[in-house]
């Protein structure tokens, strides 16, 4: 074992008593405590103008516009998957209709569902009195809620992790002297896996360089060094802001180390904002599969693709395969050779092979009589480097 791969879902941060996909899309869907603030941004807490009396005109929209696209997505999943929709489906479908009324992607097929649902979503659309806004635009509705989505992600996922032990599998692999290179692939938004190897003094490169001014900016070259333990988060992270430096010139991507995100200095000293004031996430289903193929997202896509070329194994867990991007890449990769291995550990492996995987359930039962799917059947609070490593060799 000469180079290692993990890739990991946000069920590997449950144990940490990270929030779980259900909890936050219970919060998306009743917008308890959530407010939007003048500078664009939702975060916790009362209206703004509560204390006046002044009603809110931002989230009780936005509520009754993703309970009404819910009614068509429920109808759709439930039917075929017995799958609950959740938020990343709320931020897709809002996604499509934001898309295709801005013509930025042509799909014939969203028409159609706007027209089914554009009698119930108009008097939502309509300024009541009272209010400063206004009349709305359907496309400022549905940009609207997906900037609500987006943030209520970002808040929830920015609280501290409660317990990291579980991971000592990680530190132990890390360890191993017949491993000289180990990537982590994280789909995972929030710091636990950062946050663990820091509690153990354990160095990493995750893309970001030393800091300037107290921002750490994204170079893909750092990968090219030879640190043992690499972290690539294909889906962005809660502490990643985008920097303008004007017409023409590339943006900067960094990390302020010392968490005040509105107020940074460029490598010049001059103080300044990050674009729209939300850390770069990637949140929905199958829009990721657009966003794979720009900025930073298609660097880090092209790391997971040429990672898994020089090695035969990767180890899943936390993942439902629901990622059809990520999907493809490991089918195609899995198929390629016949030495090629992927360890999943899950407690009840059998939930996640279901149609609504695509590709990964067409192949799963041939995967699993060639020896090339192996399934631990474990919590990960209950995994070891030694299971792990005996069903590698």
């Known amino acids: 074992m000469k180079k290692i791969a993990f890739l990991f879902g946000s069920g590997l941060s449950i144990p940490a008593e990270m929030p779980s996909t259900s909890d936050i899309t219970q919060n998306v869907l009743d917008g308890d405590n959530v407010m939007r603030h003048t500078d664009g941004n939702y975060y916790f807490g009362k209206p703004l ?44 479908v809002a996604s499509q209709i934001y898309n295709s009324e801005m013509f930025i992607f042509d799909n014939p097929v969203v028409q159609p569902f706007i027209d089914k649902i554009i009698k119930e979503v108009k008097p939502i659309l309509q300024g009541r009195p009272g209010e400063i806004r206004g009349n709305w635009e359907l496309h400022e509705l549905a940009h609207e809620a997906m900037n609500y989505i987006s943030d209520i992600v970002w808040h929830h996922l920015s609280k501290e992790p409660k317990r990291l032990s579980y991971l000592n599998f990680l530190k132990d692999a890390y360890e191993d002297s ?120 298609f660097l880090l896509y092209y790391l997971f693709y040429n990672t898994l070329i020089d090695t035969n194994t990767i180890i899943i867990s936390g993942y439902s395969f629901g990622d059809k991007g990520i999907n493809t890449r490991l089918i195609e990769w899995m198929n390629s050779s016949s030495a090629r291995k992927i360890i999943v550990i899950h407690p009840e492996v059998e939930k996640l092979k279901q149609p609504s995987s695509d590709g990964i359930y067409r192949n799963w039962d041939n995967w699993v009589n060639d020896n090339k799917l192996i399934i631990i059947e474990k919590r990960i609070e209950e995994i070891s480097w030694d299971i792990i490593s005996k069903n590698i060799n």
Not at 53 to 82: C, M, N, Q, T
């Open 49 to 92: 103008y509560h204390h006046i009396g002044a009603a809110d005109e931002y989230v009780p929209r936005v509520l009754l516009f993703l309970k009404r696209i819910k009614i068509e997505i429920d109808l759709y999943y439930w039917d075929l998957f017995h799958k609950e929709t959740n938020y990343e489906d709320l931020y897709y």
């Open 178 to 297: 017949n491993i000289n290179r180990m990537f982590i692939f994280s789909l995972n938004h929030d710091l636990v896996i950062e946050e663990y190897f820091r509690t153990e003094n354990i160095s990493f490169i995750d893309g970001f360089g030393n800091p300037v001014k107290g921002v750490r900016y994204w170079n893909f070259n750092i990968f090219k060094n030879d640190e043992k333990l690499n972290i690539a988060k294909l889906h962005g992270s809660i502490n990643w802001f985008k920097f303008s430096r004007g017409k023409y010139t590339p943006n900067e991507i960094g990390i302020p180390i010392h968490g005040n995100f509105w107020r940074t200095q460029d490598p010049n000293g001059v103080y300044r904002h990050p674009d729209n004031g939300r850390p770069m996430i990637l949140v929905g289903t199958f829009n990721k599969i657009l966003q794979y193929t720009y900025d930073i997202y």
